[in-house]
């Protein structure tokens, strides 16, 4: 089941990408679940937990405002709106893992599968900015709060 997961992300990443766009684009007829629907459906006898894939889209939709505003101070040169939609939405997928899914996705490899999509669909320096913000994120929003501080 964790072999495909990357799969799985990056159906979630298409998904957020798709339903970022059409909503930018004033698409009324934009439905996430229609959305995450059709690409499950295309990768049916890949992936095998489609729970874990739903459960990314909707909770990344969910709390979508904490999230940028958790990146924004990250990456304080980039305001979230001029951060490539890619790139969004993989520092958000990779932000929601660190923050909501470290019981079941350990927080160097919720780092690792993001850098990994940014690299197969972001620009040249997309994975180095992702990772970068990523580690900064472990580093504030995770460690810092684990080992008692409430620096974040």
């Known amino acids: 089941m964790a072999s ?3 799969l799985g992300r990056i159906v979630a990443l298409q998904s957020l990408y798709e339903y970022e766009f059409r909503l930018q ?5 934009v439905d996430i679940d229609e959305i995450l629907t059709r690409n499950l459906d295309r990768y049916e006898t890949a992936i095998e937990d489609k ?7 909707k909770g990344v939709l969910k709390v979508q405002d904490d999230l940028d505003s958790k990146i924004a101070p990250i990456a304080p040169d980039w305001p979230i709106d001029q951060i490539a ?9 990779g932000v929601y893992e660190l923050l909501h899914q470290a019981e079941i996705v350990p927080p160097k490899v919720a ?8 690299k ?9 900015f992702v990772n970068g913000v990523l580690g900064t994120a472990y580093r504030t929003l995770v460690e810092d709060t684990t080992n008692g501080s409430t620096t974040v």
């Open 4 to 6: 495909n997961r990357h």
């Open 111 to 118: 780092i690792n599968e993001a850098v990994e999509l940014a």
């Open 51 to 57: 729970a874990f894939v739903t459960k990314l889209v």
């Open 25 to 29: 684009s004033n698409d009324t007829s």
């Open 85 to 93: 939609r890619i790139d969004r939405n993989i520092l958000r997928i």
């Open 120 to 128: 197969a669909f972001g620009s040249d320096n997309s994975s180095k």
